[in-house]
Structures are given as structure tokens and as C-alpha cells.
């Protein structure tokens, strides 16, 4: 069974920094995409970062510049996403997502959810 546990949400004040992380667990054989989605009350789910398996990224452009999403060296199943200078904009649930193969058949896989709140 595949888990993804995120990490390292919390309360931070305009400008402060934080760094999520999302460990994947389980018999995984490979992980295609892993990214990170936020939801803001009323808003819909929306992409903030993504890397791909030959190490592509793609970013919201309302993070670029200060975002960046990248795998840990010593664990290829935990990856992370660094927040800097944080808006109150950027206040949401963050979701860890993965697109891997797991069993032989490729499925999306999806974390709990972290809280951020950036408070001005």
C-alpha cells in the first residue's frame, strides 16, 4: 500500500520561509511525477509545483521565483518543496501528489494535506 505523508506546514509571517516535505512509502517501482497541489477555502485545488522522473519542473506562475520544488539526494521517494517569501496569498492546504507505478499499474496518490497560513 502506498502512504504519502507530508510535513513542515505551519504559521509563518509575510516574507518568513518554510519547507514542506512528502515521503512516499511502500513497495513503490517508480515514481513518475510528484507535486504539490493547495487548496484555499472557497478556491478550487490548484497545481503549485511539479517535477517530473528526468528531473523537470514546472511552477504556478504565482510562485515562481520563490518556490522551489525539488528530491531529496539521499531518498528518491521523499521530495520537498521550499517556500520563500511567503504571501498571505499562499495561504492553503498543501497536498502532497505522486503519479508512480505501484503493483504494475500507474495510479495518483494523495497526501492528507498540511496547513500553511501566512499571516501579513
Known amino acids: 500500500q502506498v502512504q504519502l505523508v507530508e510535513s513542515g506546514g505551519g504559521l509563518v509571517q509575510a516574507g518568513g520561509s518554510l519547507r514542506l516535505s512528502c515521503a512516499a512509502s511502500?513497495?513503490?517501482?517508480?515514481?513518475?511525477?510528484m507535486g504539490w497541489y493547495r487548496q484555499a477555502p472557497g478556491k478550487q485545488r490548484e497545481l503549485v509545483a511539479r517535477?517530473?522522473?528526468?528531473?523537470?519542473?514546472?511552477y504556478a506562475d504565482s510562485v515562481k521565483g520563490r518556490f522551489t520544488i525539488s528530491r531529496d539526494n539521499a531518498k528518491n521517494t521523499v521530495y520537498h518543496l521550499q517556500m520563500n517569501s511567503l504571501k498571505p496569498e499562499d495561504t492553503a492546504v498543501y497536498y502532497c501528489?505522486?503519479?508512480?507505478?505501484?503493483?504494475?499499474?500507474?495510479?495518483?496518490?494523495w497526501g492528507q494535506g498540511t496547513q500553511v497560513t501566512v499571516s501579513s
Open positions: 517535477i517530473i522522473s528526468d528531473g523537470i519542473t514546472n
Open positions: 501528489h505522486a503519479n508512480l507505478w505501484y503493483g504494475g499499474v500507474r495510479s495518483d496518490y
Open positions: 511502500g513497495s513503490i517501482f517508480s515514481i513518475n511525477a
